[in-house]
Nanobody, 121 residues
Framework: QVQLVESGGGLVQPGGSLRLSCAAS????????MGWYRQAPGKERELVAT???????NYADSVKGRFSISRDNAKNTVYLQMSSLKPEDTAVYYCKTGVLTYGSKRYEIIWGQGTQVTVSS
């Protein structure tokens, strides 16, 4: 059993910064891609950023230059540093990982429970 625990969300003023964390725990053999997605009210869930185990990253155009994704493989943790936040960044942010558990032959997609980010003055 693998769990993802997210933290770091909250209320921030426009132009401010937040750092999200997502830690995976359980019977983990390896993790391939880790990423962040978000879902605003009335909208579909969308990709924010991903990072592979080797380090290459991918960002949504709307966050390029403002958000930075990183990971600590030793801690099975992925981070999302968000800067120059805008009201349109308001959403529930979800962590997603591909996890290979001990004894398994396939990677399984695991989602976190989500953390609210609200950008408002």
């Amino acid at each position: 059993q693998v769990q993802l625990v997210e933290s770091g969300g909250g209320l921030v003023q426009p132009g401010g910064s937040l750092r999200l964390s997502c830690a995976a725990s359980g019977s983990i053999d390896s993790i391939n891609v880790m990423g962040w997605y978000r879902q605003a009210p009335g909208k579909e869930r969308e990709l924010v950023a991903t990072i592979t185990s080797g380090g290459p990253t991918n960002y949504a155009d709307s966050v390029k230059g403002r958000f930075s994704i990183s990971r600590d493989n030793a801690k099975n943790t992925v981070y999302l540093q968000m800067s120059s936040l805008k009201p349109e960044d308001t959403a529930v942010y979800y962590c997603k990982t591909g996890v290979l558990t001990y004894g398994s032959k396939r990677y399984e997609i695991i989602w976190g429970q989500g953390t609210q980010v609200t950008v408002s003055s």
